[in-house]
Structure formats: structure tokens, C-alpha cells
């Protein structure tokens, strides 16, 4: 059974650093696109950025030149570092992953179980 685990996550004062790591495990013949999403409390799911198995990014616009996504096909792991944080980035930070288990034939989404980042003084 394929899943994501995420860490990382915690309290940082605003203009700080995060480093957050995702980790997928299970019998996987493939993984397509990974990405972050985030959930600030009374507002919907947002997307912060996805990475192909090719290595293109996009991102939010609220995060471009702060955020950097990276992504290791090998380990199958999907980091996200968080420069320069604000208050408004604070929300639970969600891995997302379109994967392959063995035997299904075709991708379909999977959800970690989410990461509260809290930024604040």
C-alpha cells in the first residue's frame, strides 16, 4: 500500500527558515508529479508547488523566489524549503503525490497526513 509520510513542520518567527521532507513508501512502479499544498485555517487547500519526475517546478505566486521545491527520484522524496517566511504562510503543509502501486495500472493521488508550519513572533 503505497503513502506519504511528511516532517519538518514547527514554530519559526517571521524571516525565518523550514525545511519540510516527504518520504513515499510502499510497492510503487512509479511516481508522477509531487508537490506541496497548504491549508490555512477558514480557507481552502492551495497549492504551493509541484515537481515533475523531470524536475520542473511551478509555483504559487505568493511564494516564488522564497520557496524552492526539490525532488529525488531515488528516494523518493519531495522536500520543500521555506526562506524568508511570513505570518500568511502559516497553514498545514500537505505532500501530494500522483503514484502507480504495484498492480493498479494507473496513477492516482495520494495525500500525507499533513504538517502544521506556524510563523510567527
Known amino acids: 500500500q503505497a503513502q506519504l509520510a511528511e516532517s519538518g513542520g514547527g514554530l519559526v518567527q517571521p524571516g525565518g527558515s523550514l525545511r519540510l521532507s516527504c518520504t513515499a513508501s510502499g510497492s510503487i512502479v512509479a511516481i508522477y508529479v509531487m508537490g506541496w499544498y497548504r491549508q490555512a485555517p477558514g480557507k481552502q487547500r492551495e497549492l504551493v508547488a509541484v515537481?515533475?519526475?523531470?524536475?520542473?517546478?511551478r509555483y504559487a505566486d505568493s511564494v516564488k523566489d522564497r520557496f524552492t521545491i526539490t525532488r529525488d527520484n531515488a528516494r523518493r522524496t519531495v522536500d520543500l524549503q521555506m526562506n524568508s517566511l511570513k505570518p500568511e504562510d502559516t497553514a498545514v503543509y500537505y505532500c501530494?503525490?500522483?503514484?502507480?502501486?504495484?498492480?493498479?495500472?494507473?496513477?492516482?493521488?495520494?495525500w500525507g497526513q499533513g504538517t502544521q508550519v506556524t510563523i510567527s513572533s
Open positions: 501530494n503525490a500522483e503514484m502507480e502501486p504495484d498492480g493498479v495500472g494507473y496513477g492516482t493521488d495520494y
Open positions: 515537481i515533475t519526475s523531470g524536475g520542473s517546478a
